[in-house]
């Protein structure tokens, strides 16, 4: 293996490094408090229709207008989600979003989405697994 | 004598060959093709029943060791406030048994000569490969993720010996609770339709390094037919990545930072790079 190649590599392994072993992947969602239901109103930033789960970031306004709360909702994987109707164009940046969420119990912005309304589309999404414990579903 | 030294030789040589011919996979015959169709009908897509997965941490309890035991109440009361130990967080597959106890994901199931093939949703690498041709164990298997399966048919019912499970396998029962198998694990199925849409795969868990004798339990999975429910790539690393755009105008995907198993808030604005 040549120089470069060597030295890409080695950043590649850093930057995995860097990102640590806990990463959100399969696991539990004790960090949610679900018995608190939060409900914020704002802009979607992004929304990452990626697996192990998907996420969407929603910028909401804050005392200071040029630097909104950003909250960050985790959902299933797109798999379950697109078994609960859902698409990876359901949310786009840019979209206006009421989202009902269990939040996380440290009080950091971000939770378990519940529901989404997309305001401007129309469109309301959720999606509970518990849901889909039956045979037959439509 | 010489000459029927030589000879002996030669015969000798000639067994040695023939005994080390490495075993060959024949062909599957139309016999066998057509024989598949005799086998209970498990297609479409199977979606596991959570809640249960959950009763049974209560219904069945786990016969822990009693030192394992108490690894595993620090892992419960840490979940229980609010600080789960994420023991799948790192994208390695969750292997066998932990795929069958406490999955959240669909799996379909494919029939072939000689075959059962599991394929899960999350990860390219989560399937299992099940031999039904009647061969046994490999003497000393390498050890992976989901272990070395045969399995028979018993009237309607698969079932699956499973061995030579990676020692660092977990036994677990949640995502949060769990430990690693630590070695010697050995698990048997009995794969069955309870109903013509429910599926149940009997466990009996010989795991010695962390049990104190084996355990039964039973997990449950439904079928789905609407399309919308057909399996989809899940690459579980996929979610330690953003897709952006690089300097060239490619499309690449970039790491995002993570603190304690979630993406930080501003992630999609400064990737780390």
Known sequence: MSRPSLLVLGTALAALLLIGPAANAHHSFAMFDFDK?????????EFQWTNPHVILWVDVPGKDPAKPDRWWLEMTSPGN??????????????????????????????????????????????????????PGLK | MTRLMVLMLGLTLCRGTRAAEPVQNPPPTPAQWAALAKLPDWSGVWTPFISDQFRRMTADPVPWKP?????????????KAGRPKGLFVDCLPEGMPAWMLISHNAVEFLFTPGRVTMLGEMDGNRLRRIYTDGRPH?????????????????GQTLVVDTVAVLPQAYLAVSEAVGVPNNGDLHVVERIHLAEKDVLHDELEITAPRVLSKPWKTTRIWFRQRARKYDIVEGVCLQGFFAPRTDASGNAVFVPILHANGNPVPNAPEEPRQ
């Open chain 2, 67 to 79: 030192e394992i035991a108490k690894q595993i109440s620090a892992l419960e009361a840490e979940e």
């Open chain 1, 81 to 134: 989600l697109t078994r609960g109707g859902w698409n990876r164009k359901a949310l786009n940046a840019g979209d206006q979003v009421e989202v009902e969420l269990n939040p996380l119990r440290d009080g950091k912005l971000g939770g378990a989405l519940i529901k989404v309304t997309n305001r401007t589309t129309g469109q309301v999404f959720s999606t509970n697994l518990r849901d889909m414990e039956k």
């Open chain 1, 37 to 45: 239901v939060v409900t914020i109103t704002g802009t979607v930033k």
């Open chain 2, 138 to 154: 490999p003497p000393d298997p390498d050890p992976t993720f989901h272990g070395h399966s045969i399995g028979r048919w018993d």
